[in-house]
């Protein structure tokens, strides 16, 4: 069992790990013996993370903007600079707005479709040929994108642009999972219900109760929920597993 869900020795890259979700599964990783490359737009967080990180593993801070092409080929880049092979890439960085119907901007959706959408699917364009030379017989390279519930369903705030990228981040799930399987690469989503994450501290400190009470499981996701299914989805446990959206969300989708 301990080697079935191992992550160690994998070389993973995690986007916008530096706070929220992204850390939770930078953090799962590198304590499960993976060398990570953290990335955000924010160089300072980047760094102070991979120094939080580095004692339980390694970690790297590899900062860019990945709301451009040219961004995500930059890190790509710099990645390959240093590595012959990736493991895993966690499609996590991403932005939300919120507005009513008839104030809604077109900067809003700009903004949230480039970095939740529009950058994963060039991210992982950008590191294929490292992605397909960490495949092995067996033991897939993997790419996990991280969508919402917010995608699987109508979300209760006028979050339109955003509930709109994850919907469409989960379809490119699919269209990836059937494009890259041939190539030895696993593409699967993690929908995540309501975390601990500075996207929803607000939410949260005036809805977080009634949030919690609407789950099944009567609690919002802890950080060891998201490490523990990224960690799945990356181990040979999920080497058979692809195409799939991942709701871990405590039942709040039923």
Known sequence: MDDLFSVAGKTAVVTGGS???GLMIARGLVEGGARVYVSSRKAQACERVAEELTPAGECVAVPADLSSEAGCRGLAEVVGER???VQVLVNNAGATW???LEEYPGAAWDKVLDLNL???FFLTRALL???EAGAAPGDPARVINVGSIDGLRVPPWPTYAYSASKAGLHQLTRVLARELGPRGITVNAIAPGPFESKMMAETLRRFG???A???PLGRIGRPDDMAGAARYLASRAGAYVTG???PVDGGLTL
């Open 98 to 100: 919120g507005a009513a």
């Open 19 to 21: 706070r929220g979700i």
């Open 83 to 85: 590595e012959a092979a």
């Open 129 to 131: 040929p490292l992605l």
């Open 244 to 246: 799939v959206v991942l």
């Open 118 to 120: 529009k950058g994963p």
């Open 213 to 215: 009470a609407a789950a």
């Open 209 to 211: 109760d009634e949030i």
